[in-house]
Structures are given as structure tokens and as C-alpha cells.
């Protein structure tokens, strides 16, 4: 790839790296067929490594221009060990997944997710692989589409005592940024720093 | 400008009468993420009534219970806002997966994920716009909507061939006066002025000759702009015949009315009325025009 486009190769660790997170996400398969590409960025002082992945074709297609804006769709950055899917990559894990954490909300909860609200036990009507504390999840309407992604803040599992009203799942990025600020570019670090 | 009207547009009054009316919304399905009928169930749910229209996986918004462009499905890029003529525009170019193609003016980028959606979101989209401001909506709209076959270069269309790349399909939906839209932006009815036509065709012609030079031996390449005015429509695909010779060839777009043969006491080819015209007194869209050129 030329070395006058902003975008490079994974290096190997970076490969390794990424392949656990397709394979925890359940994409793996999935991204066999396309092309991965990292680009650094300078984000609030911190360095950060956006993960784009695009076709194939259309990385054979790029053309040796300092011009080019955008490849491919960011679904997501490396940030220290660890992939951390933006709202396009929690979309697309969402439709091309498998077995990947997720926690879907009620109606009234969505509305309020969209808004970028943290969610409580009380909204939560199904979910997957919440065990521990800290874990990064899909967060999904009852039409099983994808509305943001959260952290969650205690384990919740079919022991869990926690009352209704208790914060159980921090928003960290949600599909309602599309509305609330069309020049927002996803990287999915809104609230993750 | 509107005065001009009269002299080409059939039922000119109906036609300026329906522009200051509130216009038909449409949406189209994302099919990268959801199947048509299972975005019906869910639009229904919210009590959102649609209907079909002649292009496949768009649906005019009949009736809807909340803002069609805040509901959570379109948040989430199950659908796109966007006109039918636009999507008339895109089928007609008929992409197809594995392509390499090329969208040369390409903000918000409503074509362009239509054009991914056709191609199954595969093959190459290379997207070009001369705006640099312009190009967050367009990763916005490609980020919504699922794209990832896509590369956005922000370089002025007249130049494109200095990518050294050719494509199968070009999409020219040109900068343009916009008199087709007045219905969506009544501003457009003063801000604009005659030397403002001449200008933007000299332009368009520009970029169309570029367009030609980019595509490969029998590919295609729209043109399209939301403009009534023959000049930078009927004429600037008239000059492009002219220059071209027998090398580029215009196919017929079995939509709307016949474009013009003849303005004032102006004959264009034979072959301009293959070209296509939609009014928005006739067709239900935004006042478009559509010329579907062959590269021989």
C-alpha cells in the first residue's frame, strides 16, 4: 500500500490482536473475504489506532492520492489490548454475529439509549455473556437492531439480586449521534476515554 | 427564472402550483441490512403508513405518526430519506456486484449507498467530492447505512482521471442550479439568476467530458441534475455529442417524459429524446433529469 495514504496494514501483533476480538464478537468468518486497515490518530492527546474494513476490491482500488477522505467503514479502534467496536461495528456485529454479548432493551429504554442514557436492570428484557463487571456489549431493540454500545457496570446473571432502578449498563456510544450531530464521525470513543 | 418555464415545461402553471405544495417523502430500504418486508412490520409498528412505487425496495410515506428521519429504525440505516428520482437515477445506471464504479459528486451520499446496496456491498465505489465540509454527512451516511465498499476522495470531479483508475458504471449527478427543487427549498425561486445557468453548464459540461474519460469501453455513465433548465441538461448532453462523435451513444431511460429536442431556436440530436424528464405535476418527484450515455 502506498505510503502517501494514511491507512496501513495490521502488523502482526495488531493481526493477532484483532482476530481474538472478530472471534469474541463473532465475526471472524465474517472478515475473512476483507480487508483490514489500521490508521493512527491523535484523539484528545491520546493515540489511537481506527480499524477500518472494506472489500477487497476496493483496497485494490485505492489510488496513490493524498486526496482520499475515507475508506471502507471504521468499525471500530484498538485502544492499549483491546478492540472496541464503534456504532458501525456494533451494527455489524449485530446482523453478521454469533454469539456475541448483547443486552436488548425495552421500547422506553430504546428511546432513552438513543438519547445516550445508561440503562437500568428494569429495562433489560434479554441477554447474553454479562457474567462480569466491565464487559463491552451490543446493545439491541426488541427488533433485535442494533441502537449503541454500553460497559457493563455490575455482573448481572440469573443470580444477580440488583433493584430496578439500579445503572447496570453505561452507554458508551449510540446510533442516535447519527441525528444528534451529522458531522460526528463514529469512532466510538465518545465515552470511553 | 420561473417565467422560463413556459416555454418547455408541459402545464407549466400546474407544474409551479405543485412546487408550493409540501412534496411526496420516500424512503428507500437499506437491503445491506434488512429485507423490505421486514422493515414494513416495523414501521407499522410505529404506525408509519407507506406505499410501493415503481422502483423496487422504495416506498412513499403515505402517513407517519413521528418524524420519519428520528425513528430509531432510521437511526439505525434500515432505510434512507430520498427522492424517487434519485433512486430512478441509480437503477438506471444498473450496477452490479464486483463492479468498480465511480460517483462523482457525491454528498450526502444517498446515491452512493443506494449504489453500494445494488452491488450487494461488493466490487469498489469510489466516491468523489470537490466539498471538504460536505464530507462528514457522506461518512456519516455510509456509516448508518452499512457501507464498506466505498473510498471518499475529496478532489475536484474535472480532475478525476488523475486516479488513473476506469470504471464500469459512472454516476454524474451534477452540481446544479437545483430549480427542481423549490418545492424543498423555496429560496431557490430568487437565489439564483440566469448567468448562473451558463455558469453551471459550462461546468457540468466539464465534468461530463471527464466522466467520459474515466469509464471503460462500453460502460455507462449517468447524468443527471434536479434543474428544469435545458442548459444544463438537453444542451450540455448536445455539446457532448458533438465533441464525442459516434463514441459515446445516448440509451433510452423508459421513465418520465421525452427530454427536448429543440429550445428556442436551438435543434439538439434526434437521439435527446431518449433522455428523460420528471415534474413533479407528473411523476410525483422533484423536477430531475436523466441521460443514460454508452461508452463505444
Redesign the interface.
Known amino acids: 500500500m502506498s505510503s502517501l495514504i494514511p491507512h496501513r496494514e495490521p502488523t502482526r501483533e495488531e493481526l493477532t490482536l484483532l482476530r481474538r476480538s472478530f472471534d469474541h464478537w463473532g465475526i471472524f468468518d465474517f472478515v475473512l473475504d476483507k480487508e483490514i486497515l489500521i490508521r493512527e490518530k491523535s484523539y484528545n492527546g491520546t493515540r489511537i489506532r481506527e480499524v477500518y474494513l472494506t472489500t477487497k476490491d476496493n483496497s485494490i482500488l485505492l489510488s496513490e492520492n493524498t486526496s482520499l477522505s475515507y475508506i471502507g467503514m471504521l468499525i471500530g479502534h484498538l485502544k492499549r489490548r483491546s478492540f472496541v467496536p464503534s456504532m458501525a461495528g456494533a451494527d455489524l456485529i449485530s446482523r453478521v454475529g454469533v454469539n456475541f454479548p448483547y443486552v436488548t432493551v425495552n421500547q422506553t429504554a430504546e428511546a432513552l439509549v438513543l438519547y445516550g442514557r445508561d440503562i437500568m436492570y428494569a429495562s433489560i428484557v434479554d441477554y447474553r455473556d454479562l457474567r462480569k463487571n466491565n464487559t463491552i456489549v451490543i446493545i439491541l431493540n426488541e427488533n433485535r437492531v442494533a441502537i449503541g454500545l454500553g460497559i457493563t457496570t455490575v455482573p448481572i446473571d440469573e443470580n444477580s439480586h440488583i433493584v430496578d432502578n439500579r445503572i447496570v449498563i453505561k452507554t458508551i456510544v449510540d446510533s442516535g449521534h447519527y441525528l444528534r450531530n451529522e458531522r460526528w464521525i463514529d469512532t466510538g470513543m465518545e465515552r470511553n476515554n | 427564472m420561473i417565467g422560463r418555464f413556459l416555454e418547455y415545461m408541459p402545464d407549466a402553471e400546474k407544474c409551479i402550483s405543485s412546487m408550493e405544495a409540501p412534496s411526496s417523502t420516500y424512503i428507500r430500504t437499506n437491503a445491506i ?1 434488512i429485507d423490505p418486508n421486514s422493515l414494513l412490520c ?1 414501521l407499522e409498528a410505529r404506525d408509519i403508513e407507506v406505499e410501493s412505487t415503481e422502483v423496487p425496495d422504495v416506498f412513499r410515506v403515505v402517513r407517519s405518526a413521528l418524524p420519519i ?2 425513528t ?7 432505510y434512507y430519506i430520498q427522492d424517487l428520482s434519485s433512486c430512478i437515477a441509480v437503477e438506471e445506471l444498473g450496477v452490479s456486484s ?1 463492479q ?1 464504479n465511480l460517483d462523482m459528486a457525491c454528498a450526502p451520499g444517498g446515491k452512493t449507498t443506494f449504489m453500494a446496496q445494488r452491488m450487494y ?6 466516491a468523489i ?1 470537490y466539498n471538504r465540509r460536505r ?6 451516511n ?3 447505512c ?10 475536484d470531479a474535472r480532475s478525476v482521471s ?4 476506469r470504471f464500469d458504471r459512472v454516476l454524474l449527478d451534477a452540481p446544479c442550479t437545483c430549480e427542481g427543487i423549490i418545492s424543498k427549498d423555496k429560496t431557490r425561486k430568487i437565489s439564483h439568476f440566469p448567468s448562473d445557468i451558463e455558469e453551471s453548464s459550462q461546468r457540468q459540461l466539464e465534468m461530463l467530458l471527464e466522466a467520459i474519460r474515466v469509464v471503460k469501453q462500453h460502460g455507462l455513465v449517468i447524468y443527471s441534475t434536479c434543474s428544469f433548465a435545458p442548459e444544463e441538461n438537453e444542451l450540455v448532453i448536445n455539446e457532448l455529442l458533438e465533441i464525442s462523435g459516434n463514441s459515446v451513444v445516448i440509451e433510452p431511460v423508459h421513465r418520465g417524459l421525452p427530454g427536448l429536442t429543440r429550445f428556442g431556436d436551438r435543434r439538439f440530436h434526434p437521439s435527446l429524446s431518449r433522455t428523460a424528464r420528471l415534474y413533479p405535476h407528473l411523476h410525483n418527484t422533484v423536477g430531475f433529469f436523466i441521460a443514460k450515455l454508452k461508452v463505444r
Open positions: 441490512k416495523m428521519g428520528a430509531p429504525e432510521y437511526l439505525a440505516g434500515l464486483l468498480q456491498n461488493s466490487g469498489a465505489i469510489c467530492e464530507i462528514p454527512s457522506v461518512i456519516s455510509l456509516s448508518r452499512g457501507v464498506m465498499n466505498t473510498s471518499i476522495y475529496n478532489i488523475n486516479l488513473n483508475r
